[in-house]
């Protein structure tokens, strides 16, 4: 009975040092707005940015919002639109760096892309999170070349809570205490 106590100490120690300890995930959305320079004079046919003219964020909520509308960023060019290799540092702001994954084109015709993908952003203290993402650009109007775009990127992750930890714990207890059981 006694080595029962002990461990049922020993297992609400770990589970309240676990709940200290348990990361943090970025939540929420960041999107951003500017122009860009595309490898062929329309959308509908291009396969990459060649440069990125002025972006800015233009929107967020969640972690994100400690960046400001309208801070510029920093993107990697030249970026190719179906991308299989990553890139570590596709965009910065704010003290949150993006690591861009993969990208593919979901639409491409009629003087516009539309770009999907999937990447990592960290930064801020937080722990690094995968992120799903979107850019689109269409064919400028005669008065405003180069093109506009709008990225934007969101997590759907859910902090824990320590759900999981306390989950544990018991199971955890209740193995010590089948096996006190069974060896009496």
Not at 39 to 44: K, L, Q, R
Not at 127 to 134: D, F, K, V
Request: aromatic letters at 10%; zero cysteines.
């Amino acid at each position: 009975m006694k080595n029962m106590f002990k461990f049922a100490g020993v297992a609400a120690l770990v589970l309240a040092l676990s709940q200290t300890l348990q990361a943090v995930p970025i939540t929420g959305a960041i999107g951003f707005t500017g122009r860009v320079s595309l490898d062929t004079t329309s959308a509908g046919t291009a396969t990459e940015v060649v440069n990125w003219v002025n972006p800015a964020v233009n929107g967020t909520t969640g972690s994100f919002t400690t960046v400001a509308n309208a801070t510029s960023v920093n993107f990697a060019s030249p970026w190719f639109f179906t991308t299989t290799s990553p890139i570590n540092t596709f965009w910065t702001v704010g003290g949150f760096t993006f690591q861009l994954l993969s990208s593919w084109i979901t639409y491409q015709g009629g003087g516009s892309v539309i770009v999907n993908g999937t990447g990592i952003v960290s930064g801020n203290g937080y722990t690094a999170t995968t992120l799903g993402w979107s850019f689109t650009t269409q064919d400028p109007a005669v008065t405003s070349n180069p093109s506009t775009f709008t990225f934007s990127a969101s997590s759907n992750s859910v902090p824990d809570g320590g759900a999981t930890v306390m989950l544990l714990g018991i199971a955890l207890s209740g193995v010590a205490l089948l096996r006190r059981k069974l060896t009496a």
